[in-house]
């Protein structure tokens, strides 16, 4: 089967090795792919479009097209290629570009929430015209204050500051400074929830669904979850926390809820849902929705899983994923980031990534990296995950921190504190 996989980062290099693993004969097809992605595939380098993407569909014989990041979704390359007689025979695995709403708008999601009764923080969205309003509602709020631009940001959207002098002037410069451009043209000024947030997944196929595990992501690039948002510097699946009855809430109150929402509202969905949790004494709250598999939670959530992966993207496309019975192997897994020093901001790139070889019971899933004359080199902020197997998560844990000490780069940064607060 010919299948093409939008996406060059870690959660694209899973999809890559368990498509190679899987039961049928695949050839795989990548654009721009990172230095792992390019030996399992072949590449095309050309800028990102989507009329590339037609063309690799057409040149390539493609019947299966895998989004991976959230922007092409929400630009609407599953309307593209629905809508386009000459290719929209294609499975295509993500939702339709109203669907990618719930991760592309803020807004859009919480009034989703909000009609269909899941339960999430009280908000209020303002815009440029409405910065005084939006001054006066943070003066009437009390501390801390979470901002969130309404669009996509790369995972650093989200701003949670404790004087309203300091939310007042991010506001300012997100609504009228334009800090994340269109993505800041919305903000959201959201209630602060108390509590330990975690990641919940589900793969829907426009009727039928099931669950994947859960997983546990660190976002900040401090120890201690301090500093800067990241895209996310490790995770850990299972989740200790969540015990039976918490589990329960979960799907009562926000999985069902929402599959029920996207098929009463007649929204055009088959792919991954990410739900992001927060767990307030044991109950549930939704802080956000992704519209595809989260990075880094995919490199310890998919490898759990021993279906094969191909299967499950096939029952997807034909709506019988009522037919998969999931099978979830019970060890702990973890990922630990290592990323470019001075990653989220100014970092820099083209270093050789020593030691790969000598990695002993861990995968390596590559992220910012690249080939050049045979050499594997840094090309990202997030540059590569390591993750371990093992019967509790400490101990997997100590097998990835194990094996870093064995992989060089020039300002290698990671936390040293993956799985803290468990």
């Known amino acids: 089967m010919n299948i093409l996989i939008i996406g060059n980062g870690a959660r694209e290099h899973v999809f890559f090795k368990l498509l190679a693993e899987s039961f049928a004969k695949t050839n795989l097809f990548s654009i721009n792919p990172n230095a792992a992605i390019q030996k399992l595939s072949s590449a095309t380098y050309k800028p990102f479009s989507f009329n590339l993407v037609k063309?690799?569909?057409?040149?390539?014989?493609?019947?299966?097209?895998?989004?991976?990041?959230?922007?092409?979704?929400?630009?609407?390359?599953?309307?593209?290629?629905?809508?386009?007689?000459?290719?929209?025979?294609?499975?295509?695995?993500?939702?339709?570009?109203?669907?990618?709403?719930?991760?592309g708008s803020k807004k859009f999601a919480k009034d989703f929430m909000y009609r269909n009764n899941?339960?999430?923080?009280?908000?209020k969205t303002f815009t440029k015209e409405t910065f005084l309003d939006a001054c006066d509602f943070l003066k009437k709020s009390s501390s801390p204050y979470v901002l969130k631009a309404d669009g996509p940001a790369a995972g650093k959207g989200v701003v949670i500051l404790e004087s309203v002098e300091d939310a007042i002037a991010e506001?300012?410069?997100?609504?009228?400074?334009?800090?994340?451009?269109?993505?800041?043209?919305?903000v959201v000024i959201e209630e602060f929830l108390s509590g330990i947030e975690m990641s919940c997944f589900v793969i829907f196929d426009g009727k039928n669904y099931i669950t994947l595990p859960y997983a546990k992501d660190y976002k900040r690039i401090g120890e201690g979850d301090v500093g800067l948002n990241t895209g996310g510097m490790g995770s850990i699946s299972p989740v200790s926390f969540i015990n039976t009855d918490l589990d329960k809430k979960i799907h009562e109150k926000i999985i069902k809820p929402t599959i029920n929402g996207i098929i009463k509202e007649q929204i055009n969905y088959k792919g991954?849902?990410?739900?992001?949790?927060?767990?307030?004494?044991?109950?549930?709250?939704?802080?956000?929705?992704?519209?595809?598999?989260?990075?880094?939670?995919?490199?310890?959530?998919?490898?759990r899983i021993e279906n094969d992966f191909l299967k499950i993207m096939l029952a997807i496309e034909?709506?019988?994923?009522?037919?998969?019975?999931?099978?979830?192997?019970?060890?702990?897994?973890?990922?630990?980031?290592?990323?470019?020093?001075?990653?989220?901001?100014?970092?820099?790139?083209?270093?050789?990534?020593?030691?790969?070889?000598?990695?002993?019971?861990?995968?390596?899933f590559q992220a910012g990296t690249t080939l050049v004359e045979n050499k594997t080199i840094t090309n990202g902020g997030r540059v590569l995950s390591v993750v371990s197997r093992d019967k509790t998560f400490q101990r997997a844990l100590k097998k990835s921190y194990s094996n870093i000490e064995k992989i060089n780069f020039e300002g290698k940064t990671f936390r040293k504190d993956i799985g803290f607060d468990l």
């Open 55 to 103: 063309e690799i569909i057409k040149s390539s014989t493609i019947e299966m097209v895998i989004v991976g990041p959230e922007n092409p979704l929400i630009d609407g390359v599953y309307d593209f290629i629905k809508s386009d007689s000459e290719i929209n025979h294609v499975s295509v695995i993500g939702p339709s570009q109203n669907g990618a709403q719930l991760e």
């Open 118 to 123: 899941i339960p999430t923080a009280s908000s």
């Open 171 to 186: 506001l300012k410069s997100m609504l009228i400074d334009s800090k994340f451009g269109e993505s800041s043209k919305k």
């Open 272 to 303: 991954f849902i990410f739900i992001g949790l927060i767990n307030v004494d044991n109950e549930p709250y939704v802080i956000e929705y992704n519209v595809r598999m989260g990075d880094p939670e995919t490199q310890v959530v998919l490898p």
């Open 318 to 364: 034909n709506q019988t994923l009522d037919k998969i019975n999931l099978k979830v192997n019970p060890d702990h897994f973890s990922n630990v980031v290592l990323a470019s020093k001075g990653y989220p901001e100014k970092y820099e790139k083209g270093f050789d990534i020593a030691g790969l070889n000598n990695v002993e019971d861990s995968i390596i």
